[in-house]
């Protein structure tokens, strides 16, 4: 009940204490304007897209756009990120605007004219490239917002980031990459930033739609691997040996009790999934190990701890209740994507005036997760999804996201544009008068 008078509190304290930049009539003539550009960088980005670390020429179009535009470039962050710095002509705060580049290891399926057929070398092996994520769109909309604050960059009161990011989806086996790179490189400073906004385009959101969320948005992800070592033996003879298949077995349904009877989950969601298991050649030869690798995904930062000790009991003790022994090996990937409560209380009325109240929706927490949540760990950040499924059409049967059917109504970008527009100048504005 508390947390439901929080959101509650926050949708009414947000609009309601919302203020109209004067610039906002000019960015959305100026955005309307731009809809037929973007959609064309979008759907060039589309049919030429590039793995993550390697977005060399998605890269160079993004440069020359913003060069184009008179602003200040960097090139090269985080191996392929590029950063452009708009300085308005009146003082004020710093904000930052991300939008994420990379492609996906996936063949597209789609018939559009503008469908990739690009092929590349993913860790060794010769694959599809698609935006299947929808990078594609957070691309143009992000050139299409540069080149509106742009236009009127005398009156705007502050300065303007731009931070083109590679690697979201996850750098090369050995490689650093992605926002954690970034900030790491020092894009968050010179001049530091003093709030974040980015956006995801969603396949299952109708266009014209906004979804948000205060607080912990999307998951922390981690990944594990578990090795159970036994004792080789003719399958003819298991008492011979020790059985790691057995062994697993019991601990994959050993960690389902984790979330079950280990968390509180009135308190937030979690999840724990094995995604691959592999051990044995021949169906008569107990083998002597077997490898399993998993992901992990919590919001809330004890059960993100207890979650990582309970995988290294139950493993652990359940092997050596058989005789064998397993190792295990977690690893923390992303942080959860936070939306800072002020700033959402704040801004959320810009979403609304821009949108229309009724399309603009409170959502649950999804339980992917956003290397966003890196900048969101050093500045204020605000993160929202921006529907990009053809009007109509039933969530339930629209392709997800990575898949070779994802698909995107690139009629949803204008609203894309707009929003980030007007986020920027009314935080400005905001600011400007405290």
């Given at each position: 009940?508390?947390?439901?008078?929080?959101?509650?509190?926050?949708?009414?304290?947000?609009?309601?204490?919302?203020?109209?930049?004067?610039?906002?009539?000019?960015?959305?003539?100026?955005?309307?304007?731009?809809?037929?550009?973007?959609?064309?960088?979008?759907?060039?980005?589309?049919?030429?897209?590039?793995?993550?670390?390697?977005?060399?020429?998605?890269?160079?179009?993004?440069?020359?756009?913003?060069?184009?535009?008179?602003?200040?470039?960097?090139?090269?962050?985080?191996?392929?990120?590029?950063?452009?710095?708009?300085?308005?002509?009146?003082?004020?705060?710093?904000?930052?605007?991300?939008?994420?580049?990379?492609?996906?290891?996936?063949?597209?399926?789609?018939?559009?004219?503008?469908?990739?057929?690009?092929?590349?070398?993913?860790?060794?092996?010769?694959?599809?490239?698609?935006?299947?994520?929808?990078?594609?769109?957070?691309?143009?909309?992000?050139?299409?917002?540069?080149?509106?604050?742009?236009?009127?960059?005398?009156?705007?009161?502050?300065?303007?980031?731009?931070?083109?990011?590679?690697?979201?989806?996850?750098?090369?086996?050995?490689?650093?990459?992605?926002?954690?790179?970034?900030?790491?490189?020092?894009?968050?400073?010179?001049?530091?930033?003093?709030?974040?906004?980015?956006?995801?385009?969603?396949?299952?959101?109708?266009?014209?739609?906004?979804?948000?969320?205060?607080?912990?948005?999307?998951?922390?992800?981690?990944?594990?691997?578990?090795?159970?070592?036994?004792?080789?033996?003719?399958?003819?003879?298991?008492?011979?040996?020790?059985?790691?298949?057995?062994?697993?077995?019991?601990?994959?349904?050993?960690?389902?009790?984790?979330?079950?009877?280990?968390?509180?989950?009135?308190?937030?969601?979690?999840?724990?999934?094995?995604?691959?298991?592999?051990?044995?050649?021949?169906?008569?030869?107990?083998?002597?190990?077997?490898?399993?690798?998993?992901?992990?995904?919590?919001?809330?930062?004890?059960?993100?701890?207890?979650?990582?000790?309970?995988?290294?009991?139950?493993?652990?003790?359940?092997?050596?209740?058989?005789?064998?022994?397993?190792?295990?090996?977690?690893?923390?990937?992303?942080?959860?994507?936070?939306?800072?409560?002020?700033?959402?209380?704040?801004?959320?009325?810009?979403?609304?005036?821009?949108?229309?109240?009724?399309?603009?929706?409170?959502?649950p927490a999804a339980s992917g997760a956003e290397d966003f949540s890196f900048f969101?760990?050093?500045?204020?950040?605000?993160?929202?999804?921006?529907?990009?499924?053809?009007?109509?059409?039933?969530?339930?049967?629209?392709?997800?996201?990575?898949?070779?059917?994802?698909?995107?109504?690139?009629?949803?970008?204008?609203?894309?544009?707009?929003?980030?527009?007007?986020?920027?100048?009314?935080?400005?504005?905001?600011?400007?008068?405290?």
């Open positions: 009940m508390r947390r439901l008078l929080l959101l509650t509190s926050l949708t009414v304290a947000g609009f309601s204490s919302f203020a109209q930049s004067p610039l906002s009539t000019k960015i959305d003539q100026k955005a309307k304007a731009l809809e037929p550009k973007v959609i064309e960088w979008r759907r060039d980005f589309h049919q030429n897209p590039e793995l993550g670390n390697r977005e060399f020429k998605t890269a160079e179009k993004i440069a020359a756009h913003l060069k184009s535009l008179g602003i200040e470039v960097q090139t090269g962050v985080g191996h392929t990120g590029v950063v452009g710095l708009l300085k308005g002509g009146k003082p004020g705060p710093v904000v930052a605007l991300r939008a994420d580049m990379d492609g996906l290891p996936v063949t597209e399926r789609v018939d559009v004219p503008f469908k990739s057929t690009v092929t590349a070398d993913y860790n060794g092996q010769k694959v599809g490239v698609m935006h299947a994520c929808g990078h594609d769109t957070h691309i143009s909309i992000l050139m299409g917002v540069a080149e509106v604050l742009a236009s009127m960059k005398g009156d705007l009161k502050g300065t303007v980031k731009f931070i083109f990011q590679p690697a979201e989806e996850g750098a090369p086996e050995g490689e650093e990459g992605g926002a954690k790179l970034m900030i790491k490189e020092g894009v968050l400073e010179n001049p530091k930033v003093d709030a974040i906004f980015g956006l995801h385009i969603n396949s299952q959101t109708e266009v014209g739609k906004i979804g948000y969320k205060p607080g912990a948005t999307m998951a922390a992800v981690d990944f594990f691997s578990i090795d159970v070592k036994g004792k080789q033996t003719h399958g003819a003879y298991p008492w011979s040996g020790v059985d790691p298949i057995v062994t697993s077995s019991q601990i994959v349904m050993g960690l389902q009790t984790i979330v079950s009877r280990n968390l509180d989950l009135t308190k937030a969601p979690a999840v724990v999934t094995i995604g691959a298991i592999n051990g044995g050649i021949r169906q008569n030869i107990i083998p002597e190990q077997v490898k399993m690798i998993g992901t992990i995904r919590t919001f809330d930062e004890d059960m993100h701890v207890k979650v990582h000790k309970r995988i290294t009991e139950i493993a652990t003790n359940i092997a050596e209740s058989a005789g064998a022994k397993a190792d295990v090996n977690i690893g923390i990937l992303y942080p959860v994507t936070y939306n800072d409560i002020p700033l959402t209380e704040e801004m959320v009325g810009t979403l609304k005036d821009v949108a229309g109240k009724d399309n603009v929706k409170l959502v969101q760990q050093k500045v204020p950040g605000f993160f929202f999804f921006l529907g990009g499924m053809p009007v109509g059409k039933d969530p339930l049967t629209a392709s997800a996201h990575h898949t070779p059917d994802f698909f995107i109504d690139d009629s949803g970008m204008l609203l894309g544009v707009r929003s980030l527009s007007r986020l920027t100048v009314d935080y400005m504005e905001k600011k400007a008068k405290k």
